[in-house]
């Protein structure tokens, strides 16, 4: 199974992105990878999966995700907001970071969709990567930082 820092790359980091609520950071979150999907579809599922629950884990990040046909394995976008955004999160404070996770609708690629956002989980449960990746000044400091936190 490959590691976060393997799934990311420097097209899929968006920093200091603007948004002024939830369905906006929904909006810029896809942005990467609206070329490669329909964008319309990845909003409204997205959407949809928010109203069965926040996807906010806590300590300033989500981690909105979905599966779809059109996705073989994996894709994670990775996105910073200049300002915190209320996005219901379990813990009520506003998120910052939000990753994106799009899995497969396959049965048999679930592990790998659900292995992506457990490793999401256990990176963003350290406080040192999270304030790494809020310091990082280019796409490729992030990248670095997820990538020395799995070494």
Do not use: W
Request: contains cysteine; aromatic residues 4%.
């Amino acid at each position: 199974m490959k590691k976060l820092g393997e799934l990311l790359n420097e097209r899929c980091v968006v920093l200091d992105f603007k948004a002024a609520d939830k369905k906006e950071a929904l909006e810029r979150i896809i942005a990467p990878v609206a070329g490669a999907y329909d964008a319309a579809a990845l909003l409204k599922a997205l959407i949809e999966r928010e109203a069965l629950g926040s996807t906010g884990i806590g300590s300033g990040v989500a981690v909105p995700h979905v599966r779809l046909e059109s996705v073989k394995e994996p894709v994670i976008v990775l996105g910073r907001s200049a300002k915190p955004v209320a996005f219901e999160a379990i813990d009520d404070e506003p998120c910052s970071l939000f990753f994106l996770v799009l899995g497969p609708a396959a049965k048999d690629a679930q592990e790998a969709y659900l292995g992506a956002m457990a490793k999401i989980s256990r990176l963003m449960r350290q406080q040192a990567v999270r304030d790494r990746i809020m310091k990082a000044a280019l796409p490729a400091d992030v990248l670095a930082a997820i990538r020395s936190a799995e070494a």
